[in-house]
């Protein structure tokens, strides 16, 4: 079955540290995405990529990084510059014309990071 | 930047009720996302309607848009516990993201 992986279900990262988060789809999506969620709160956009090779800040970028040089892959590091990254994050794929054609986005099942 | 705003923030239920969620935006938008997340877990998308449709079916799910309003609303019908979840409403500005609301939490009562 097709679908996005997200690993590790949990990590812990130590004040300091970088940490990367991986996402993978099999979905043969040309976008990918990378949200946070904090408790309570909605999805805010970290870094999306409409293609491989290039992608765009969304609106809390300061503090991650990605890459994506496979169409498979979009890995997010989170920083030692992100001063508060304890979150949820998920990622995210959309074939191209999804919308259009009445499709949405699929999700990965999440990761929990926490700062200790 | 939150488009979208959902209200109620929570809503509890009878099993069998009913439970409608409203969703109101800013600006102009190309089509409307409705998605499910359980507890702990990723979205799951349920329906998409366009800027020039007013009314979508799926199953128990309807969703209204009034793009003069800016405004949409998904009803479930006939509720059961297994619908308890947060529900977000998501906007398309045509940019090729789309933006979440802060969702309601929907508590299905036994």
């Known amino acids: 079955d097709g679908g996005i992986t997200q690993s590790p279900k949990y990590l812990f990262r130590k004040e300091g540290q970088n940490v990367t988060l991986s996402c993978e789809q099999n979905?043969?999506?040309?976008?990918m995405y990378w949200y946070r969620q904090d408790p309570g709160q909605g999805l805010r956009l970290i870094y999306y990529?409409?293609?491989?090779?290039?992608?765009q800040k969304g609106d809390i970028a300061e503090g991650y990084s990605v890459s994506r040089e496979k169409k498979e892959s979009f890995p997010l590091t989170v920083t030692s510059a992100q001063k508060n990254p304890t979150a949820f994050y998920l990622c995210?794929?959309?074939?191209?014309?999804?919308?259009?054609?009445?499709?949405?986005?699929?999700f990965g099942s999440g990761t929990r990071l926490t700062v200790v | 930047s939150q488009q979208g705003e959902e209200d109620p923030q929570a809503l509890s239920i009878q099993e069998g009720e009913n439970a409608t969620m409203n969703c109101s935006y800013k600006?102009?938008?190309?089509?409307l996302q409705w998605y499910r997340q359980n507890s702990g877990r990723g979205l799951v998308h349920l329906i998409l309607?366009?800027?020039?449709?007013r009314e979508k079916h799926s199953g128990r799910l309807r969703v209204t848009l009034d793009t003069s309003k800016k405004s949409s609303s998904l009803l479930i019908t006939a509720s059961r516990a297994a619908d308890t979840a947060s529900y977000f409403c998501?906007?398309?500005?045509?940019?090729?993201?789309?933006?979440f609301g802060k969702g309601t939490r929907l508590h299905i009562l036994p």
């Open positions: 979905l043969n999506h040309d976008a």
């Open positions: 990529s409409q293609i491989v090779n290039d992608f």
């Open positions: 600006t102009s938008i190309n089509n």
């Open positions: 309607i366009r800027s020039n449709e």
């Open positions: 998501a906007t398309d500005e045509g940019d090729d993201k789309i933006i």
């Open positions: 995210a794929s959309k074939k191209s014309g999804a919308l259009r054609g009445g499709d949405g986005y699929t």
